[in-house]
């Protein structure tokens, strides 16, 4: 679980984050909605602790963020980019199996064992063979999700994960989260989307 205590963001002498305390209900899922600009992603960032030059206090599981190593933030916090970042070098089952060798040590067959037990989650496992630039936009989507629960953190961040996808798509992704979530992640997403 996470809890923020007066968390506040300056980029430069621009306040982007005001003093928020909010805590994400464990296993649920919890949206931030706002016009561009209104701070969602800075503050899913910070919750990563992606951004850590912030005041106030991000606790996970009444551990401070930044306390914490880069191993057990892995394994608390995942995010998903709102551009993926995928590897286009590395085939789908690499992309989700790399992070576990470098994060976790572990060896690739292990790795990609795990990695294709969470591309079948997100029913991706028949693709796992192909490169990145062969899936649509949210293959790709599911891809990214599936290489952030690869190191199956409690808490599970995407930005603008709607916000490419065409409406069937968006549907898609929405049961998957739905699903995931039933399974015992804690899911924030920011949003344009009603």
């Not at 205590?5 to 706002?34: A, C, H, M, V, Y």
């Not at 919750?47 to 850590?52: G, P, Q, R």
């Not at 992070?99 to 990695?115: G, N, V």
């Not at 899911?187 to 344009?192: F, Q, R, Y």
Request: hydrophobic residues 40%.
């Amino acid at each position: 679980m996470i809890v923020t205590k007066n968390l506040s963001f300056n980029f430069g002498k621009q306040r982007i984050l005001n003093d928020i305390s909010l805590k994400l209900e464990p296993q649920r899922i919890t949206s931030f909605l706002g016009k561009s600009g209104a701070g969602k992603t800075t503050l899913l960032r910070c919750l990563a602790n992606l951004e850590s030059n912030y005041t106030g206090s991000i606790l996970v599981d009444d551990n401070e963020l930044k306390t914490l190593s880069p191993k057990k933030r892995a394994e608390s916090v995942g995010f998903v980019f709102q551009q993926f970042h995928l590897f286009p070098h590395l085939s789908v089952l690499q992309n989700c199996a790399h992070p576990l060798m470098i994060t976790e040590k572990m060896f690739s067959d292990e790795a990609e064992t795990k990695a294709l037990h969470w591309l079948q989650q997100v029913g991706l496992a028949e693709h796992a063979h192909k490169k990145t630039s062969q899936l649509s936009g949210g293959q790709q989507q599911r891809v990214a999700i599936a290489r952030a629960l690869c190191l199956e953190p409690q808490v599970l961040l995407l930005d603008e994960p709607t916000s490419a996808l065409d409406p069937q798509s968006t549907a898609e992704l929405l049961l998957l989260l739905q699903k995931l979530c039933r399974q015992g992640i804690t899911i924030a997403l920011t949003s344009h989307d009603m």
